[in-house]
T-cell receptor, first 114, second 113 residues
Framework: DTEVTQTPKHLVMGMTNKKSLKCEQH?????MYWYKQKAKKPPELMFV???????INESVPSRFSPECPNSSLLNLHLHALQPEDSALYLC?????????????FGPGTRLTVL | AQTVTQSQPEMSVQEAETVTLSCTYD???????LFWYKQPPSRQMILVIR??????QNATENRFSVNFQKAAKSFSLKISDSQLGDTAMYFC??????????FGQGTRLTINP
């Protein structure tokens, strides 16, 4: 089973709203990732959690706040977003820590900021 | 810094044909991993194939195979007997150790009936 699930599938929010994206995996993976993907572009790494600790933050604005409550769950809290933050947000996980392990992706959340 | 280049923004072939997608990369490292991911219109990124740089044998997965030329820093993907379901964006990616996955810009492949 190489399934990573993400909820919601679609999200529309205003610039003053607070919302959260959720990612879950039950494969026992110890590294989890958030990516942002604009249309027709490759994914851009935002955050990496390794063994439930934040190990990489790619200089992401503070209006994006990641959280890893346990080894199976990864959240991305959103607050005061801008229209340019509209994108597909992908979650991924890999078996070991941050290593050469293959990353498995979820189906993504399509975010629209009005 | 490592870079990955996919020189074909779009490709189109007829069903059942064989198609090859190109990927080149730039690195001074000797040990690393290369990947091809597929992203159909349904959005999910799906791993197609993976190659360890220390292995000389080219990886294969059913109709998908790679031509890995380490000296030339080339990692092309061959899709044999192409099917309509192969229509997708294909991304080549590089990773070394704990460093992040570096993606190419992608090739949009269309399989025509």
């Amino acid at each position: 089973d190489t399934e990573v699930t993400q909820t919601p599938k679609h999200l529309v929010m205003g610039m003053t709203n607070k919302k959260s994206l959720k990612c879950e995996q039950h494969m026992g993976h110890r590294a989890m990732y958030w990516y942002k993907q604009k249309a027709k572009k490759p994914p851009e790494l935002m955050f990496v959690y390794s063994y439930e600790k934040l190990s990489i933050n790619e200089s992401v604005p503070s209006r994006f706040s990641p959280e890893c409550p346990n080894s199976s769950l990864l959240n991305l809290h959103l607050h005061a977003l801008q229209p340019e933050d509209s994108a597909l947000y992908l979650c991924a996980s890999s078996p070991g820590g941050v290593s050469t392990d293959t990353q498995y992706f979820g189906p993504g959340t399509r975010l629209t900021v009005l | 810094a490592q870079t990955v280049t996919q020189s074909q923004p779009e490709m189109s072939v007829q069903e059942a044909e064989t198609v090859t997608l190109s990927c080149t990369y730039d690195t001074s490292e000797n040990n690393y991993y290369l990947f091809w991911y597929k992203q159909p219109p349904s959005r999910q990124m799906i791993l197609v194939i993976r190659q360890e740089a220390y292995k000389q044998q080219n990886a294969t997965e059913n109709r998908f195979s790679v031509n890995f030329q380490k000296a030339a820093k080339s990692f092309s993907l061959k899709i044999s007997d192409s099917q309509l379901g192969d229509t997708a964006m294909y991304f080549c990616a590089f990773r070394r150790g704990a460093q992040k996955l570096v993606f190419g810009q992608g090739t949009r492949l269309t399989i025509n009936p």
